[in-house]
């Protein structure tokens, strides 16, 4: 099964046996303590997800809307560094730089990744860049599914 969401990744990663992370002894259990503790960060990130989820609408947002919540998803650790700078990095519409997008406009940044994602894919980008832009449309579309349901 592939986990596409960040929060599910986040959650799977932290909810390893304690002898895929750091074992305190060849023999000690987990304990009940980390146990609890992973589980709550799990549960705060899926609700900061959520939180997020509700005040973006990833497919008819502006370009400072987008730049808010990928700052946001960073600070609540749902996106690393790469992602947010991706995220705001606005391509160029035309070459004639008296045409730039209005701050106000509406874009489909969902529609958007995901097509600068099948791109990234078929045109010989680099592997990381495909990955992070397949990671940002992952985030994107869970974000919708959530604020959807």
Do not use: C, W
């Amino acid at each position: 099964m592939m986990i596409n969401s960040t929060s599910a990744m986040q959650y799977q990663a932290i909810q390893q046996p304690q002898s895929q992370q750091r074992p305190v002894s060849d023999h000690a259990p987990m304990s009940f303590i980390s146990q609890a503790t992973f589980s709550n960060q799990a549960q705060q990130l899926y609700q900061q997800e959520q939180e997020i989820a509700k005040q973006y609408d990833v497919t008819q947002m502006t370009r400072p809307q987008m730049q808010d919540m990928a700052k946001q998803l960073r600070s609540a650790g749902l996106i690393n560094d790469r992602e947010q700078m991706l995220m705001t990095f606005e391509l160029p519409k035309s070459l004639d730089p008296s045409q730039k997008a209005s701050p106000n406009e509406r874009h489909d940044f969902l529609s958007e990744f995901n097509a600068r994602y099948e791109f990234a894919k078929h045109d010989g980008s680099d592997a990381l860049t495909t990955q992070v832009l397949g990671r940002i449309t992952d985030t994107l579309a869970q974000l919708d599914q959530l604020r959807t349901s």
